[in-house]
């Protein structure tokens, strides 16, 4: 059913007479992902209790908005040109569609559910990382012989974390 668009699209391929045109096209694809990245990865480190502590989500998450959306038209921009250079190969490829659907469903969840949550009263939306130090793994730590201290190193938490399933499956 989409095979003559995706001809199509193949046919119009732009960058072909080009040696050139074809990885820079490929380059900026690949910044404009690292910085469409790097924006959600700066607002979920915050969700989650670590980078940028001094500031609100909300405030780290507005920050980050404006690269968030310029990672994604650099995305678009330049994933189409992409994938017009051999269209009727992913046409036929099932690792493609599937890249698609987790791509649309992810878009859908960036721009709907995450914005109202880094949005939300930060008193609402609390970091979970720290609710969860709070609890379990401080008692946890406190059943082996009392506190040690924990910084916010992500070395330290995996270590932690490690160390509460250890003393968990001891149990």
Not at 44 to 56: I, M, N, V, W
Not at 133 to 159: F, K, M, N, Q, W
């Amino acid at each position: 059913m989409l095979l003559p668009f995706f001809k199509w699209m193949e046919e119009l391929a732009v960058y072909r007479s080009s040696i050139y045109l074809g990885p820079a096209v490929n380059l900026v694809h690949l910044t404009s992902m690292v910085t469409f990245m790097g924006a959600l990865l700066m607002v979920d480190l915050r969700l989650l209790g670590a980078g940028l502590t001094k500031q609100s989500v909300r405030e780290v998450a507005r920050s980050a908005y404006p690269w968030l959306i310029i990672g994604f038209i650099g995305l678009v921009l330049t994933g189409v040109p992409a994938m017009m250079a051999t269209a009727t190969q992913r046409c036929a490829s099932n690792v493609f569609w599937a890249k698609m659907y987790i791509l649309a469903a992810a878009i859908v969840f960036t721009f709907t559910i995450r914005r109202k949550v880094t949005n939300a009263d930060e008193t609402r939306v609390s970091p979970v990382w720290s609710q969860a130090r709070r609890t379990r793994l401080h008692r946890a730590l406190d059943e082996r012989g009392g506190r040690r201290p924990l910084d916010h190193t992500p070395v330290r938490l995996l270590t932690s974390v490690h160390d509460l399933f250890l003393l968990q499956s001891r149990t």
